[in-house]
């Protein structure tokens, strides 16, 4: 079975730094796809980034950028220059491309930014 | 576009009372996802539709939650008899087409959510 692992339950960052949150999985798939999302406290999910199995080239958008080492199963998500605004939950997912067209989400990471 | 409707926002209400959550996903896309976050057990997936149809309803809990898609622009999750345990946030979210980890960078939008309190 999939499984998505975050082992962050927090983090805290200084506004303008890079923050690392990481994302583990767990799929014998070889076609996959794996996606972050923000939820800041006003309840919304909001896509950042996504990344698929075959995709050679790492994610990017904007100041959030994927760090995706196939071997070792992880999709980190890097968040550059961080501001205040980025204080939020952070959740990993991933989808079962030939299964089922469902989403499986990790428990998340509360990213702090403080000033 | 304006997104993924949810209504209510918030509902509270007691146990053992019937609890309609209603949504109207983004026109166009063909899968609708009900899911239920809490602090428990994190984001679930109750069930998802495609073209209206329910394609997986695994997740339900048990029978008292029902969930229908009568249009491709309407759907309802609804609970009967409502418990305290079904407090939790709701989320709906769509999706133009299969979410393929293969060439489409298509993903999940979801709604605002409705925050429900059984009381």
């Known amino acids: 079975a999939q499984k998505i692992t975050q082992t962050q339950p927090g983090m805290f960052v200084q506004e303008k730094e890079a923050v690392t949150l990481d994302c583990t999985y767990d799929t014998s798939d070889q076609s996959y796809g794996l996606f972050w999302y923000k939820q800041p406290s006003s309840g919304e999910m909001i896509f950042l980034i996504y990344?698929?199995?075959?995709?050679?080239q790492n994610a990017t958008e904007g100041r959030y950028s994927l760090n995706f080492q196939k071997a070792r199963k992880s999709a980190n998500l890097v968040i550059s220059a961080s501001q205040l605004g980025d204080s939020a939950m952070y959740f990993c997912a991933m989808s079962d491309t030939y299964n089922t067209d469902k989403l499986i989400f990790g428990t998340g990471t509360r990213l702090q930014v403080f000033p | 576009d304006a997104g993924v409707i949810q209504s209510p926002r918030h509902e509270v209400t007691e146990m053992g009372q019937e609890v309609t959550l209603r949504c109207k996903p983004i026109s166009g896309h063909d899968y609708l996802f009900w899911y239920r976050q809490t602090m428990m057990r994190g984001l679930e997936l109750l069930i998802y539709?495609?073209?209206?149809?329910?394609?997986?309803d695994s997740g339900m809990p048990e029978d008292r939650f029902s969930a229908k898609m009568p249009n491709a622009s309407f759907s309802t999750l609804k609970i009967q008899p409502s418990e305290p345990r079904d407090s939790a946030v709701y989320f709906c979210a769509s999706t133009p087409l299969f979410p393929t980890g293969l060439a489409s960078q298509e993903t999940q939008y979801f709604g605002p959510g409705t925050r429900l309190l059984v009381l």
């Open positions: 539709f495609n073209n209206n149809v329910p394609i997986d």
């Open positions: 990344q698929g199995s075959y995709d050679e």
